[in-house]
């Protein structure tokens, strides 16, 4: 039977790439819901591309563009994020793929976890923000969550080898982003628009930037904690400009398995969708013949202050992680609107953690609590 999908974002760059490999393979995938906050145009025209039974407008101030533009179609549009969250427990839903920016995605993949579903998680804040509750929540619900960061489903893919046997550590690689050979002085007067040229990847200008800062490294690190289950310790980035090596694994005996692949998001998101089976989503081949040398660099903390900033939240606990992403919201939003330069993200970050109202073990509350503080008080220390 075809595979029912749910896409939280599918506007975005995990959604419509996901929407590309099921393009691709219309025998075993079926979109039920899309949802999107303000890519009005785009959502309508995947809806009729589709045959999409339920689409969810998060902006409710964009509702009625939606609706009026399907009412001759078959689809079903509803509006917010309460929609949202009753609709990914239907049973018709069979895989929820969490590819929302940014803390908004967490209530929605808390209630698709609440309804036992298999989520493929492509949105990292959820993990950085509520990682106990999250996967406290899988487990008390027999849920599944597949990661979809290709870091994170290359050390899946590795762990599958593993026979079982104890991780020794874990090897996160990174590009080193577009600032990887500038100097300190030079990144300080970087620009919003060199930030968002990335080498490698094509990605969202939200994820770009915390590329171009390393914060998403920083992420990827908790999150690799909380799926995994390996303490920051045993959690190594290591810097890797032709991102070939996805990321790897290394046992007590010495060995290390890397998963390989070219830089394209449809690999992990396809193995996510048809797991356990592989399935082929038109990504380009390793030529090993003409590949070249692979290089790997320490990372610099002093460069790159907010892959320092991630260790220190995760080491914190509590809602050390959801005060970090809150900030760097903020931060983001605001450096992308010319409003403060790059090293003011950090220097935002630091002060969120620094000043924060520790919780050591926080309720659900206490998380949405702490986000709509730190981000306020961000907020106020930009103006």
Not at 332 to 340: E, G, M, N, S, T
Not at 362 to 375: L, Q, S
């Amino acid at each position: 039977m075809k595979r029912k999908i749910a896409i939280l974002g599918s506007t975005g760059s995990i959604g419509t790439q996901t929407l590309d490999v099921v393009r691709r393979h219309r025998d075993l995938f079926e979109v039920e819901l899309i949802s999107a906050r303000n890519s009005t145009v785009l959502l309508v025209r995947q809806a009729l591309e589709f045959d999409v039974n339920n689409v969810v407008v998060c902006n409710p101030d964009k509702y009625s563009e939606v609706a009026d533009a399907l009412s001759g179609s078959d689809s079903k549009v509803f509006e917010g994020i309460d929609s949202l969250c009753s609709l990914v427990c239907s049973p018709d839903v069979d895989i929820v793929v969490g590819a929302m920016v940014g803390f908004s995605g967490l209530r929605p993949t808390l209630a698709a976890l609440e309804a036992g579903k298999i989520v493929a998680l492509a949105n990292k804040e959820t993990l950085v923000a509520a990682g106990g509750i999250v996967t406290d929540t899988m487990r008390a619900h027999n849920a599944v969550i597949l990661p979809v960061d290709s870091e994170h489903s290359a050390i899946f893919q590795c762990l599958l080898a593993a026979q079982g046997n104890a991780v020794e550590k874990i090897h996160l690689t990174a590009s080193g982003g577009p600032f990887r050979t500038w100097s300190r002085e030079q990144i300080a007067a970087a620009t919003k628009d060199q930030a968002l040229r990335h080498p490698n990847w094509s990605m969202g200008s939200k994820v770009t930037i915390d590329s171009s800062t390393m914060m998403n490294k920083g992420f990827e690190v908790i999150e690799a904690h909380w799926l995994f289950d390996v303490s920051p310790e045993r959690i190594n980035v290591v810097v890797h400009p032709e991102s070939v090596i996805h990321s790897m694994v290394e046992f007590e005996d010495g060995a290390v398995i890397a998963q390989m692949a070219s830089p394209d998001m449809r690999e992990p998101i396809g193995f996510a969708l048809s797991f356990p089976a592989r399935i082929s989503v038109g990504n380009a081949r390793l030529d090993f013949d003409t590949l070249g040398s692979l290089t790997f660099e320490k990372a610099d903390t002093d460069r790159f202050p907010c892959l320092a900033l991630a260790y220190e939240a995760l080491r914190r606990g509590g809602n050390a992680g959801c005060a970090l992403n809150a900030a760097n919201e903020v931060a983001v939003d605001a450096f992308l609107h010319d409003r403060i330069g790059f090293y003011d993200i950090p220097r935002i970050c630091e002060a969120a953690l620094d000043g924060l109202n520790f919780v050591a073990s926080p309720t659900p509350d206490d998380i949405f609590a702490t986000n709509d503080e730190v981000a306020a008080r961000a907020r106020e220390s930009i103006r």
